[in-house]
């Protein structure tokens, strides 16, 4: 008998050791249906079961801060680069090497392999143009479109202190003033005057603009593609004055728990053909040589985009001070 429960304890201790090796957890910025899609066919092409949570990337970072002393998810897939950044910065992060990263130009990618791109989007307008035209508004082209009295109440944009997408509003604002802050904070406290409110992921106010609840949204050009070619009638403007982009990424985080699966996942994200479809199926423009474009996708060279230094807007300090003045100056006077 002694020796049957020795036998039936070894076994359990071998079959959870299995199972833990056919698992692991990941933070993913991505929308929640393709961060779906795509780790099912990950565990559909290797056996291993993705358990993950949807968040916006300042959410991400601030998740993975806060479990630093013990980690509860091993990679972190999608999300604005600057976030990647900041995440390296504060060593949330860990150096990986993968085979398969040789087809991501060095532009794309850190230099010591902290973080790899995945794909760009560039910043634009959405405007719904069923409710401007009962509301007699024009779709606005430019930054200073926005400004307009005209649009006040009218435009929807996600909360800096949470979504990529909008700290990279106030870095775009920064360059396209020289790095003169405080050119660019009267910019965007002028521009708060027509913000009805401020949403928690850099999706969400596009696809409010897509049901009509408000007219105007800032976001990425994918994410307002997919809302047109889903049949919601809007126009998506890139700013004539120039934008700013994205460049969603990917990281291993430090002390995970499954770092072996966490490095296959990674490895399988950057080689896979179907992944690859995934993502421009969604109307991502991939970085990685060779990738296919779906031909409604809206890339970097069909529009004017701004000189981004990404390193100093990802940059720990650069972005907490930003951050900290917008939330003193704009967030918390609402």
Same mark, same amino acid.
């Given at each position: 008998?002694?020796?049957?429960?020795?036998?039936?304890?070894?076994?359990?201790?071998?079959?959870?050791?299995?199972?833990?090796?056919?698992? =692991?957890? +990941?933070?993913?910025?991505? $929308? $929640?249906?393709?961060?779906? +899609?795509?780790?099912?066919?990950?565990?559909?092409?290797?056996?291993?079961?993705?358990?993950?949570?949807?968040?916006?990337?300042?959410?991400?970072?601030?998740? !993975?801060?806060?479990?630093?002393?013990?980690?509860?998810?091993? %990679?972190?897939?999608?999300?604005?680069? =600057?976030?990647?950044? #900041?995440?390296?910065? /504060?060593?949330?992060?860990?150096?990986?090497?993968?085979?398969?990263?040789?087809?991501?130009? +060095?532009?794309?990618?850190?230099?010591?392999?902290?973080? %790899?791109?995945?794909?760009?989007?560039?910043? &634009?307008?959405? &405007?719904?143009?069923?409710?401007?035209?009962?509301?007699?508004?024009?779709?606005?082209?430019?930054?200073?479109?926005?400004?307009?009295?005209?649009?006040?109440?009218?435009?929807? !944009?996600?909360?800096?202190? %949470?979504?990529?997408?909008?700290?990279?509003?106030?870095?775009?604002?920064? #360059?396209?003033?020289?790095?003169?802050?405080?050119?660019?904070? *009267?910019?965007? /406290?002028?521009?708060?005057?027509?913000?009805?409110?401020?949403?928690?992921?850099?999706?969400?106010?596009?696809?409010?603009?897509? &049901?009509?609840?408000?007219?105007?949204?800032?976001?990425?050009?994918?994410?307002?593609?997919?809302?047109?070619?889903?049949?919601?009638?809007?126009?998506?403007?890139?700013?004539?004055?120039? #934008?700013?982009?994205?460049?969603?990424? !990917?990281?291993?985080?430090?002390?995970?728990?499954?770092?072996?699966?966490?490095?296959?996942?990674?490895?399988?994200?950057?080689?896979?053909?179907?992944?690859? /479809?995934?993502? #421009?199926?969604?109307? =991502?423009?991939?970085?990685?040589?060779?990738?296919? /474009?779906?031909?409604?996708?809206?890339?970097? *060279?069909?529009?004017?985009?701004?000189?981004?230094? !990404? +390193?100093?807007?990802?940059?720990?300090?650069?972005?907490?001070?930003?951050?900290?003045?917008?939330?003193? $100056? %704009?967030?918390?006077?609402?």
């Amino acid at each position: 008998m002694k020796r049957l429960l020795t036998v039936l304890f070894a076994f359990a201790v071998l079959s959870a050791g299995v199972e833990a090796q056919n698992s =692991l957890s +990941a933070y993913t910025t991505l $929308e $929640e249906p393709l961060a779906k +899609a795509l780790f099912e066919q990950f565990q559909k092409e290797t056996g291993i079961t993705v358990s993950f949570v949807r968040l916006s990337g300042g959410e991400a970072v601030a998740r !993975m801060e806060a479990e630093a002393a013990n980690p509860q998810a091993s %990679i972190w897939v999608g999300g604005v680069g =600057l976030d990647h950044i #900041t995440a390296k910065s /504060k060593n949330l992060t860990l150096p990986y090497q993968s085979r398969f990263s040789q087809n991501t130009r +060095a532009e794309f990618k850190d230099p010591q392999n902290y973080w %790899i791109g995945l794909y760009v989007g560039p910043l &634009t307008f959405v &405007t719904n143009l069923d409710r401007a035209k009962a509301l007699g508004l024009t779709p606005p082209k430019s930054w200073a479109d926005l400004l307009k009295p005209v649009y006040k109440g009218q435009i929807r !944009m996600a909360n800096p202190g %949470i979504s990529g997408t909008a700290y990279n509003v106030i870095t775009t604002v920064r #360059t396209l003033n020289n790095g003169n802050e405080n050119v660019a904070f *009267d910019y965007l /406290k002028k521009l708060d005057v027509n913000v009805d409110q401020y949403a928690r992921s850099g999706s969400a106010p596009g696809k409010s603009v897509a &049901t009509g609840e408000i007219p105007i949204a800032i976001g990425y050009a994918h994410d307002q593609v997919k809302l047109k070619a889903e049949g919601a009638n809007v126009e998506i403007n890139a700013p004539t004055e120039g #934008t700013g982009y994205e460049l969603a990424s !990917m990281s291993l985080i430090r002390g995970g728990k499954n770092p072996v699966e966490a490095r296959r996942l990674y490895d399988w994200i950057l080689s896979s053909k179907n992944a690859q /479809k995934l993502f #421009t199926d969604w109307y =991502l423009v991939l970085v990685a040589n060779g990738a296919e /474009k779906h031909p409604l996708a809206l890339s970097l *060279d069909q529009i004017k985009t701004i000189n981004q230094d !990404m +390193a100093w807007d990802g940059d720990a300090a650069n972005k907490n001070r930003l951050l900290d003045r917008w939330n003193r $100056e %704009i967030g918390n006077a609402r």
